[in-house]
């Protein structure tokens, strides 16, 4: 399974969209701490009422941006907060490719499971159905029980094949998972150890606690949150604009002039309440934003710890319910062995046993499918390969 996630991580594009949108919101952390470049100004003229003792008059004036401290600071803040949340969001999509991959690689190995169960429900009824052909042909049974037999053949022959369809499906949908056409996966041998031995958390109450603080997108929405504060803070600073300092030179006519202008403009009109409220109302959107995430957090690690008991117990009683069928077919097989009973009995015996097989291995799969979603609802790894 690690193999097969490092190829989705290169080969599907989600991952490098999370990765350009993290080299975007770093640019803009550059973007906000730049410093903004001074202004040239010329203004030549020419006097031709007087041309002596000079009539020209020109100099250049340099005008630098005296920017309000406080918006810059949080301006900068801004940006690296939302570079943050890029951040974690990278972590975020790799555990989305994990997780894609994981479902796609249990879905193939329970259907393959299921798949043999199948063959053989198939293979029993068949030999069923020629048993009892031969006990019509002798006049030992009536037409109608042959009839009943042959549907239940052609049923069990047409489960096969289609379970042997579905394993071909599930085999696209897994090369979909990691990227690749469904001919890279033909002929390869996948291993599906992880689901052999999974290791169910044993605090479930302090991962959960641990989930709603740091897991990715709660955190990220935190991260944007606080974004969105100094976005705020930068805006109210705004009331308050920098000004221009410009010291400059004119050669006025022959003299020489030194100057120092100054401007600023007047928050008469508006103070700024515009992009105030705006940032205001974003604020209010990002905690609407953190509070949805951590509500939704918790709300899948609910539903997950649900059905996982209820598959638990569900489980636990199907192994009883195939340990009775077990005991039967035992039994059968012995009575058969001993001369008590005929062969029918005893194939009868085998393939309840082996539907029973799987219906209990439906319930182990609904097991694996309530601990797939308790690893993704605690960002928790539950599902790991050996190393030996």
């Not at 690296?80 to 975020?92: G, N, P």
């Not at 479902?103 to 329970?110: D, I, K, S, V």
């Not at 969105?228 to 109210?236: E, G, M, Q, T, V």
Request: charged residues 20%; contains cysteine; positive net charge.
């Amino acid at each position: 399974m690690r193999a097969l996630t490092l190829v989705a991580v290169y080969e599907r594009p989600d991952l490098r969209i999370s990765v350009a949108a993290y080299n975007a919101a770093k640019a803009a952390v550059t973007t906000a701490q730049q410093i903004p470049n001074p202004t040239l100004s010329l203004a030549p003229s020419f006097n031709a009422t007087q041309a002596f003792p000079s009539p020209i008059k020109i100099g250049p004036v340099i005008s630098f941006l005296v920017s309000n401290l406080g918006a810059r600071e949080a301006g900068i803040a801004a940006a690296r907060d939302r570079q943050q949340a890029a951040r974690i969001l990278i972590a975020a999509a790799a555990w989305r490719e994990r997780s894609n991959v994981r479902n796609a690689l249990l879905t193939l190995w329970l259907d393959e499971r299921i798949a043999r169960i199948k063959a053989r429900v198939a293979s029993y009824a068949a030999i069923a159905f020629r048993l009892v052909a031969q006990r019509v042909t002798s006049g030992m049974l009536a037409d109608t029980v042959l009839a009943s037999t042959t549907e239940a053949a052609n049923k069990a022959s047409f489960g096969a094949a289609e379970a042997r369809v579905q394993i071909g499906m599930d085999r696209a949908h897994l090369a979909a998972a990691i990227g690749m056409p469904a001919a890279a996966l033909r002929g390869k041998h996948l291993s599906f150890t992880a689901f052999e031995h999974p290791l169910p958390p044993a605090n479930l109450a302090a991962l959960t606690r641990t989930a709603l603080v740091t897991s990715p997108p709660v955190v990220a929405a935190y991260k944007n949150y606080r974004a969105a504060d100094a976005s705020l803070r930068k805006a109210i600073d705004q009331q308050f604009p920098g000004c221009r300092i410009g010291p400059g030179y004119h050669y006025d006519q022959g003299a020489s002039k030194f100057i120092l202008a100054l401007s600023l403009p007047l928050p008469i009109l508006n103070q700024n309440q515009g992009p105030i409220a705006e940032a205001r109302a974003r604020r209010q959107l990002a905690a609407a934003l953190f509070d949805r995430a951590q509500v939704r957090v918790l709300h899948e690690i609910d539903a997950a710890k649900a059905a996982l008991q209820g598959s638990v117990s569900v489980a636990r009683a199907a192994r009883l319910l195939l340990a009775t069928a077990r005991e039967r077919e035992r039994q059968a097989i012995e009575a058969y062995r001993a001369g008590a009973t005929g062969q029918l009995r005893m194939v009868e015996a085998e393939q309840q046993a082996t539907l029973v097989r799987e219906q209990e291995l439906t319930t182990d799969a609904q097991r694996l499918r309530a601990l797939a979603a308790v690893a993704d609802a605690l960002h928790h790894p539950i599902f790991r390969e050996s190393h030996s």
